[in-house]
């Protein structure tokens, strides 16, 4: 136990007419909509690197934060942010928590040390998890932070750094499958080019679609049952990222024939750093089939990096937890919060506050899109638009055997004069709106 959190009472349900802010106004861990429990459908998990290794530092100042176990560079301050860490996700109530390996220990001398650093905390994980402590929704690596990583991870232009990415990837695979994780990552932090003058763009790419390969082996070697996941990413740190976006990962997967054994874990923020949507990501994971998991956060529309600020938009919220519903909810996967307090939020309890606050956002967007999905709000006019689809002739179109000067000629034949229909958005906007 740690007293960094001792005057904090465990978060509790006070409905939608409670002013506490460290109560829920809308997130019912009981409520059910359908066959399912709020709690079962959002799955949520709370990260570790934000929470309590990020030190409030921002490109332009130094460290805000001081808590106590900062700068953790020994065992036992590890544990005492083990502590503080076990009792926030107790005082939340989430069913799951997330790390890399960066984030629990700190770096041994030795690559070996690192590593035995690492499964000593893993133990006291385990312990913890054993009192009734949350489970590990995926563990990952931090292959990005340190100066060797300048270059890339798996796509390094040094052999002996491909060979320290494997050996990483290795233990913290060992150590989440020993932890019962559902999922491992990988977030190619550095995994992109900053320039082209020195870049061989497919030796790098052949690479890491190897190593990607090598992981999936060996997750079948020591009969890990999660998933796999790629986190797309489109820049920050380098200038292009070859995980741009969620098309741009399942054409990498297509390439090496990986694209039935690994998924993808969509960021708002990513989504929106590559000029997309959150729900435009959701969707198209869900339409390539490798839809997996989901980091809740959001960014400053103002500033063009990556804020990972909590949601606090009902509507971006409701039109995520729409295309997660639609493709059929989370197996593995769940909503792990990569966001971060703002640097001048100091206390403990702005900690707590904050996942309220953006638990009660996730609440309200997947009551309302479970309302719509029930009630064909989108649906109907959906299929309403394509109706013209269901023909035989139209169908015909499309089915096999069918030629461009065929139709070609069909279509001159009948001397077809189009007109156009509307699309109906507002109204569409305006349904979505109702449902908030």
């Known amino acids: 136990m740690s007293d960094y959190f001792a005057n904090i009472a465990p978060v509790t349900y006070g409905g939608p007419n409670t002013t506490d802010p460290m109560q829920f106004r809308h997130y019912n861990p009981a409520e059910k909509l359908g066959d399912k429990t709020m709690a079962e459908h959002l799955r949520f998990a709370v990260c570790y690197w934000h929470n309590f290794v990020w030190e409030g530092n921002d490109p332009f100042g130094g460290q805000t934060f001081d808590r106590p176990w900062f700068p953790a560079d020994t065992m036992d301050l590890a544990r005492q942010k083990a502590d503080a860490a076990f009792d926030m996700f107790r005082i939340l109530g989430v069913p799951y928590f997330c790390f890399h390996d960066h984030d629990v220990r700190p770096e041994g001398g030795t690559l070996a040390e690192s590593h035995k650093r690492l499964n000593e905390m893993a133990d006291y994980f385990a312990e913890k998890m054993a009192q009734g402590g949350p489970k590990l929704l995926w563990g990952t690596a931090n292959m990005f932070s340190n100066r060797r990583y300048m270059s890339g991870a798996s796509t390094n232009p040094d052999p002996d750094v491909f060979a320290y990415c494997a050996s990483t990837v290795k233990a913290c695979m060992d150590v989440t499958h020993r932890l019962g994780g559902e999922n491992y ?82 960021e708002q923020g990513h989504a929106i750093l590559a000029g997309h949507s959150f729900e435009h990501e959701l969707a198209m994971a869900r339409t390539l089939g490798i839809f997996g998991s989901i980091d809740m956060n959001r960014n400053d529309y103002q500033s063009g990096w990556d804020t990972d600020q909590f949601p606090n938009s009902p509507v971006e919220a409701a039109m995520a937890y729409y295309e997660v519903l639609m493709a059929g909810g989370f197996t593995t996967g769940g909503t792990n919060f990569d966001a971060k307090l703002r640097r001048q939020s100091l206390d403990a309890s702005d900690l707590i506050a904050a996942h309220v606050g953006g638990m009660d956002i996730c609440a309200r967007g997947l009551r309302a899109a479970h309302a719509m999905i029930a009630d064909e709000a989108l649906e109907g006019p959906r299929r309403a638009r394509y109706a013209g689809w269901e023909s035989e002739a139209a169908a015909a179109m499309l089915a096999e055997g069918a030629t461009l000067d065929g139709i070609a000629a069909q279509a001159e034949a009948a001397n077809l004069r189009p007109v156009p229909v509307s699309g109906q958005q507002e109204k569409l906007e305006n349904i979505v709106s109702r449902y908030i």
């Open 185 to 266: 990552v990988l977030w190619g932090g550095r995994e992109g080019y900053e320039t082209l003058l020195n870049t061989n763009l497919e030796r790098e790419l052949n690479q890491m679609g190897r190593f990607l390969s090598m992981v999936v082996d060996y997750k079948h070697k020591i009969g890990f049952k999660g998933a796999i996941l790629i986190e797309p990413k489109p820049q920050e740190p380098t200038k292009h990222q070859y995980d741009f976006d969620v098309a741009t990962v399942y054409g990498f997967l297509k390439r090496f024939g990986l694209e039935h054994e690994v998924k993808v874990n969509v």
